[in-house]
C-alpha cells in the first residue's frame, strides 16, 4: 500500500507567506494514517518526485525554492499524484516540546493536530512572516478566543527581533518537556538546539531531529539520501540525537543529486 500513487484533489492552498505554502487535501479520497515525522513523494509529471512532510495526514506545506517547488506553485487547484506515508517519525507518547525553525515548523504541527502531543513549541525563524503556524499553535495551547497570540507555552525568537525575542533559536528559553525534545529546521540549528538542551541536563536520548537527505525512491531503495550508513527516507528522517551525534556526516556532508558529498 505504501507505494501506491494517490491523485490526491486539492481542497485548499494556504498561503503563509510569498514563498510558503499549504496544500490540504480532500480527506474523502485520501487516508494516509500517517504519524508526525512522517512524508510523503510529490511527483509532477515530466519535472520529477520530491519528498515533503505532512503537517497532518492530508496537508504538506512547501517552501519554494527550487525548479520543482516553483512549478508546485503554479497550481491553483486540481490534482496532485502522491504517494506514502514513508519514514519513521517523532515517538507518538506523552507530552513533549517541538522547536522548529523556519518551514520546519510544519512537521511539528501534526503534533498538535494528532491531539496535543506537544505542551510547548518554540517557533525561529529570521522575521515573523517565518513564524509560520503561529496562530493557530497558539490557538491550540489557549483556546478559540485568543486575541493576542502569545502564551507561555509558545515561545517566539526572530532574527530582526520582529517578533518575540531577538536572536537564533539557541537563545530561546525552551519550555521543559514530560518526555521528549522533538525538533525540526536546518541542520545546524537542531544540532545548536540539541547540545544547548544536553548542556541544560536533558538526556540526548530524549532528543530528536528530523534529517533532510536528497531522495529519489523514498521507500530505501536507492541509496540516494545515505547519511554515515543509515538510510535517511526509510531509517528516518527522524534520528534519536544520540545516536548520530558523532556520525561524520551529521551537519557536515550531504549527498549532491549525483551522489557526491557536499558539505552542509
Ligand atoms: C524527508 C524530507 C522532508 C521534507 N519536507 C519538506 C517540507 O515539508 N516542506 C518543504 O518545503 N520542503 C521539504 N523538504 C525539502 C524539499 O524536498 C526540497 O526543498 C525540494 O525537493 C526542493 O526542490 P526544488 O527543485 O524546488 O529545489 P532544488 O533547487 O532542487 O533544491 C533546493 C534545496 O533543496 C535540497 N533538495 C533538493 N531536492 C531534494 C530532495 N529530493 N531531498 C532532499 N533535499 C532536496 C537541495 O539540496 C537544495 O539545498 C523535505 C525534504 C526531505 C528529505
Ligand atoms: S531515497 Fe532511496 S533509499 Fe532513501
Redesign the pocket.
Known amino acids: 500500500m505504501r507505494n501506491q500513487y494517490y491523485h490526491a484533489h486539492i481542497d485548499r492552498i494556504i498561503e503563509h507567506r510569498a514563498n510558503?505554502r499549504s496544500f490540504i487535501f480532500d480527506t474523502g479520497e485520501l487516508n494516509l494514517d500517517s504519524s508526525p515525522g512522517q512524508?510523503v513523494m510529490?511527483w509532477l509529471p515530466g519535472?520529477?518526485?520530491?519528498?515533503?512532510?505532512?503537517?497532518n495526514s492530508f496537508r504538506?506545506?512547501?517552501?519554494?525554492?527550487?525548479?520543482?517547488?516553483?512549478?508546485?506553485f503554479e497550481k491553483k487547484g486540481g490534482y496532485l499524484d502522491i504517494r506514502g506515508p514513508?519514514?519513521r517519525g517523532f515517538p507518538n507518547i506523552g507530552k513533549n516540546t517541538a522547536i522548529g525553525g523556519g518551514?520546519?515548523i510544519?512537521?511539528l504541527m501534526h503534533l498538535l493536530y494528532l491531539g496535543n502531543l506537544a505542551t510547548g513549541f518554540v517557533l525561529a525563524g529570521k522575521t515573523k512572516e517565518d513564524l509560520i503556524f503561529l496562530e493557530d499553535i497558539v490557538r491550540r495551547f489557549e483556546g478559540n478566543y485568543v486575541t493576542d497570540y502569545s502564551s507561555k507555552n509558545v515561545v517566539c525568537v526572530t532574527e530582526d527581533g520582529s517578533y518575540g525575542i531577538k536572536g537564533i533559536a539557541t537563545d530561546a528559553s525552551i519550555p521543559k518537556a514530560d518526555h521528549n525534545y522533538y525538533v525540526c529546521g536546518p541542520e545546524g540549528m537542531m544540532e545548536g538546539v540539541a547540545e544547548k538542551l544536553v548542556n541544560e541536563g536533558v538526556g540526548s536520548e530524549r532528543i530528536y531531529l528530523?534529517?533532510?537527505?536528497?531522495?529519489?525512491c523514498?521507500a530505501g531503495i536507492c541509496g540516494?539520501?545515505s547519511f554515515s550508513g543509515y538510510r535517511?527516507?526509510a531509517d528516518?528522517?527522524v534520528f534519536r540525537y544520540d545516536k548520530i551525534k558523532d556520525l561524520p556526516h551529521f551537519n557536515e556532508w550531504?549527498r549532491?543529486?549525483t551522489g557526491e558529498l557536499?558539505e552542509i
Open positions: 510558503v512524508f510529490v519535472v520529477g518526485e520530491k519528498p515533503f512532510s505532512l503537517s504538506i506545506a512547501v517552501k519554494n525554492v527550487g525548479p520543482f517547488t516553483e512549478k508546485l514513508y519514514g518551514v520546519g510544519a512537521p528530523s534529517l533532510e537527505r536528497y531522495m529519489k523514498g540516494s539520501c535517511v527516507c528516518g528522517p550531504k549532491s543529486r557536499v
